[in-house]
Nanobody, 123 residues
């Protein structure tokens, strides 16, 4: 079992930055693809970024390319999402998740999920 806990969410003005962290316990993350997802009420959960177990491959949704950066520190069992130039449409609950699959952005491929952290971007 892998337990994931997100932190770093909050309220920020448009154009601002936030850094989300996802700390894992139970197992080391160095064999898992890690993803950051977001969800707003009434919409499907979408993958905004994913990173391979080694950190050598990354995926970004078109809507966040050039603004968000995913990274991982396997020694600390932690994954990060640096979010810059935030927009009101980035407002959502953000979740981190772990998958045994190779570089997937499909939510059903992820076995472990955190509880989520709210990000609110004001205009």
């Amino acid at each position: 079992q892998v337990q994931l806990v997100e932190s770093g969410g909050g309220l920020v003005q448009a154009g601002g930055s936030l850094r989300l962290s996802c700390a894992a316990s139970g197992r080391t993350l160095n064999s898992y693809t890690m993803g950051w997802f977001r969800q707003v009420p009434g919409k499907e959960r979408e993958c905004v970024a994913a990173i391979s177990w080694s950190g050598g491959s990354t995926y970004y949704a078109d809507s966040v390319k050039g603004r968000f950066t995913i990274s991982r520190d396997n020694a600390k069992n932690t994954v990060y999402l640096q979010m810059n130039s935030l927009k009101p449409e980035d407002t959502a609950v953000y979740y981190c998740a772990a998958s045994r699959a190779i570089m997937t952005s499909v939510p059903s491929s992820y076995s472990y999920w955190g509880q989520g952290t709210q990000v609110t971007v004001s205009s």
